[in-house]
């Protein structure tokens, strides 16, 4: 099994910023991809940006040159900064991880965390 751990969720005011984490532990022999979504009550879960294991980034059009993803591969942690923060941001942020692992055989396989909760309020 693989564990995916999301940290750093709270609540911030407009304009304000969040860092965000994301673990993944267990047995993990590659990371093709780990990426981040969100959901809000009532909406379709989004995926926010994302970072290859080539370190191509990509990010949803709406967070585009205000969040920020990189990785640490030694610690298999992913972060999504996340800057000017608007209300419509508010969401519960979940990490996907995308990777080679033990599963009938090797196999690759994804993994979610259990979500981390963004509040933009004032």
């Known amino acids: 099994q693989v564990q995916v751990v999301e940290t750093g969720g709270g609540l911030v005011q407009p304009g304000g910023s969040l860092r965000l984490s994301c673990a993944a532990s267990?047995?993990?022999?590659?990371?093709?991809?780990m990426n981040w979504y969100r959901q809000a009550p009532g909406k379709q879960r989004e995926l926010v940006a994302s970072?290859?294991?080539?370190?191509?980034?990509n990010y949803a059009d709406s967070v585009k040159g205000r969040f920020t993803v990189s990785r640490d591969k030694a610690k298999n942690t992913v972060y999504l900064q996340m800057n000017s923060l608007k209300p419509e941001d508010a969401a519960v942020y979940l990490c996907?991880?995308?990777?080679?692992?033990?599963?009938?055989?090797?196999?690759?396989?994804?993994?979610w965390g259990q979500g981390t909760q963004v509040t933009v309020s004032s």
């Open positions: 996907n991880v995308d990777v080679l692992t033990v599963m009938d055989g090797l196999k690759r396989y994804d993994f």
């Open positions: 267990g047995t993990i022999f590659k990371i093709y991809a």
């Open positions: 970072i290859t294991e080539s370190d191509n980034l």
